[in-house]
């Protein structure tokens, strides 16, 4: 399990490095595609202060400030519960996409939008986007914990997590410190991290 789970990780990674230099041969001097500087106008110039106030919640529901308890909470949960599988699970599917982001970022480098139309602080480079990746995994994580505990909750709780990482992704572009590329990408990469994962644990 833990060997089919580093080959997993080092696969998504190769891809996702990948991707990411691909991107590279279709970027202006800014960082941007011709798609991303488009969807990045057109947000930029509807803001308001409604929207911005969502897209700041929304961010930080995506950040490791509410991901990182909300996991550690839900771990020790499935633990009292007696469901430490569960409990790996769920770690290993949020620690991991944290680990894909952060080593794609570092080799791929892609600028960050232009700090002038930024609305909120953000570190490191722009691909891909971190918020997108974890929020993404943990999310689709905690939705298959959920329906494997109370099968009638899949429905409800599919919903309302792909509203809930819908607006984490959409807030990164709006609040002026991704582009659309960063986000649509961390989603493949969770996607491709979770979608292997859970193959992992059908033959464990």
Not at 18 to 32: C, F, K, M, N, T
Not at 56 to 61: F, I, M, P
């Amino acid at each position: 399990m833990a060997a089919g789970a580093a080959l997993l990780f080092a696969v998504v990674l190769g891809c996702a490095i990948g991707a990411g230099e691909l991107l590279g041969l279709a970027e202006r001097p800014d960082g941007s595609t011709g798609v991303d500087q488009s969807i990045t106008s057109w947000l930029v110039s509807h803001r308001t202060d409604g929207l911005t106030a969502v897209a700041r919640v929304s961010a930080t529901l995506g950040s490791n400030k509410v991901l990182g308890p909300l996991v550690a909470v839900v771990a020790i949960a499935l633990i009292v519960r007696g469901r430490p599988f569960l409990a790996a699970v769920l770690i290993v599917a949020w620690a991991g996409s944290i680990g894909l982001y952060d080593l794609t970022k570092a080799v791929v480098g892609r600028m960050r939008p232009p700090a002038s139309i930024a609305l909120t602080t953000a570190q490191n480079t722009s691909f891909p986007s971190g918020h997108a990746t974890q929020s993404l995994a943990t999310w689709a994580t905690l939705v298959a914990i959920c329906a494997a505990l109370w099968p009638r909750s899949r429905a409800p709780v599919t919903i309302a997590a792909a509203c809930l990482v819908a607006a984490i992704g959409w807030s990164r572009v709006y609040l002026g410190v991704h582009w659309a590329t960063d986000v649509v990408c961390g989603w493949a990469i969770a996607t491709a991290w979770i979608a292997g994962g859970s193959r992992l644990v059908a033959r464990a």
